[in-house]
């Protein structure tokens, strides 16, 4: 099969597409062939060496994936022929960027039937860190007032829909340019970040979901008993502390593998209350110019690598 792999840190360029060997699913695991993967900035940061968190190369980067059961080992959830997405392993090695993955069969869901795989490939990893941060972290609720950092991003752009079919009042964050595309996502306000410090600009907030590491910023604009959650400095004890201290609640989320969420997140699809923006296809062997795309910080939803 090919596999796409990496032998040291570096730019785009490092990553390569190789003839390797099909894995076997074990007990309790499938055999994916994959029809899309998902490319996101943490496989970005991960190539580069920025994120060491598979620690040295070689490796395959890559964790989002959709397509179908090609072989199950004893135990498992799926059988041969069903149609699957998820995220497998996190944080460890899943070498999603291949034609074929071995994986847990409780990692993954069965993919929505209202899209296809491309689509479904864009939704694990984004779309799990909003809902481990605003339903099982925040435990948003019809009338929170949520504000949403980098809301035409990745992760943003899930956030500001799962936040939407929850009853939430929504708030953007996003440069002038993406403000249509935000609305468009369900939010009911768009701020212009780049315009003035959006501290100057909100107030009284129930939940801020920061993926931007503004955690001071925005713990300033939550209202007493507000939800301070956390991506990129979730490992961040000072800041923890601070909005204890603050009389806020801190939630850190690290994303971990979780198909009852998936399931959560594949009904909504279905019906119609959240769906991914893919903004770019990239084939399997273009894996370099996909991570130059995500890289840039210039995208809308997602970029997808399609395998055939």
């Known amino acids: 099969m090919r596999a796409v792999v990496q032998d040291t840190f570096g ?8 003839e390797t060997e099909r894995p076997a699913p074990l007990g ?6 994959v029809h899309a993967a998902g490319v996101n ?14 620690g040295e190369p070689p490796f395959g980067v890559g964790w989002d994936i959709s ?8 135990g498992a ?8 997405f998820g995220m497998p392993f996190f944080p460890r090695a899943a070498n999603g960027y291949a034609e074929y993955v071995a994986v847990p069969s409780r990692q993954v869901a069965r993919k929505p039937a209202s899209i296809g795989h491309v689509e479904a490939a864009a939704l694990p990893l984004a779309a799990l860190t909003a ?5 099982d972290g925040a435990g948003i609720k019809e009338g929170d007032r949520v504000l949403v950092h980098r809301a035409a991003g990745g992760v943003g752009h899930f956030a500001v829909q799962i936040a939407k079919a929850r009853g ?5 964050l996003a440069s002038p340019g993406k403000h249509d595309f935000v609305r468009e996502l369900g939010a009911d306000e768009v701020i212009d970040y780049t315009a003035a410090p959006f501290e100057t600009l909100v107030r009284d907030v129930d939940v801020v979901l920061d993926s931007n590491a503004q955690g001071t910023q925005s713990l300033s604009v939550l209202r007493p008993g507000g939800t301070l959650v956390s991506i990129m400095e979730h490992w961040n004890q000072e800041l923890a502390a601070a909005t204890e201290a603050a009389g806020r609640r801190f939630v850190g989320v690290s994303v971990e593998p979780d198909y009852a969420s998936l399931e959560a997140i594949a ?3 279905d019906e119609g209350l959240i769906r991914p923006h893919v903004s770019e296809t990239f084939a399997l062997d273009e894996a370099a110019k996909a991570h130059e795309l995500v890289g840039s910080g210039q995208v809308r939803g997602k970029v997808v690598l399609t395998v055939e």
Do not use: M
């Open 28 to 33: 309790g695991e499938v055999l994916v062939r």
């Open 77 to 84: 959830r799926f059988k041969a022929g069903d149609e699957v």
């Open 267 to 269: 009904r909504l699809v």
């Open 67 to 74: 397509g179908v059961v090609e072989e199950a080992g004893p």
């Open 168 to 172: 939430a009042y929504v708030i953007g």
């Open 131 to 135: 809902w481990q941060g605003l339903v």
């Open 41 to 54: 900035p943490v496989d970005v940061a991960v190539r580069s060496g920025a994120y060491p968190l598979l």
């Open 11 to 18: 730019g785009p360029e490092v990553l390569r597409t190789v």
